[in-house]
Nanobody, 125 residues
Framework: QVQLVESGGGLVQAGGSLRLSCTASGRTFSMSPMGWFRQAPGKDREFVGATSRRGGRTFYADYADSVKGRFTISRDNAKNTVYLQMNSLKPEDTADYYC???????????????WGQGTQVTVSS
């Protein structure tokens, strides 16, 4: 059984930082896309960022425009883990953050196979 478990969410003041982690079990995702989406109350789930291969074995990261320059995705394939470093947080970053993996990947949530339960991030002004 595949599981994705997120950690690292919490309450932070605007301008602060948080680091989310997501560890997968049940299969390896060392060659698969892994990424993050978020969903704020009353809003649709939206792409935050993902890391995936574009031929060969090199992984590249893509980000939503709203987080470029502030958020960084990294992965440790030996630990089957993906991270989301969030800096210069803004109140509009407040949401439940979901880790995802597998599938063709991309910016559409339907292109991923596995999902975590989510971790809450609240940014106070």
């Amino acid at each position: 059984q595949v599981q994705l478990v997120e950690s690292g969410g919490g309450l932070v003041q605007a301008g602060g930082s948080l680091r989310l982690s997501c560890t997968a079990s049940g299969r390896t995702f060392s060659m698969s896309p892994m990424g993050w989406f978020r969903q704020a109350p009353g809003k649709d789930r939206e792409f935050v960022g993902a890391t995936s291969r574009r031929g060969g074995r090199t992984f590249y990261a893509d980000y939503a425009d709203s987080v470029k320059g502030r958020f960084t995705i990294s992965r440790d394939n030996a630990k089957n883990t993906v991270y989301l470093q969030m800096n210069s947080l803004k109140p509009e970053d407040t949401a439940d953050y979901y880790c995802t993996a597998g599938g063709p990947g991309g910016t559409n949530w339907s292109m991923y196979t596995y999902w975590g339960q989510g971790t809450q991030v609240t940014v106070s002004s």
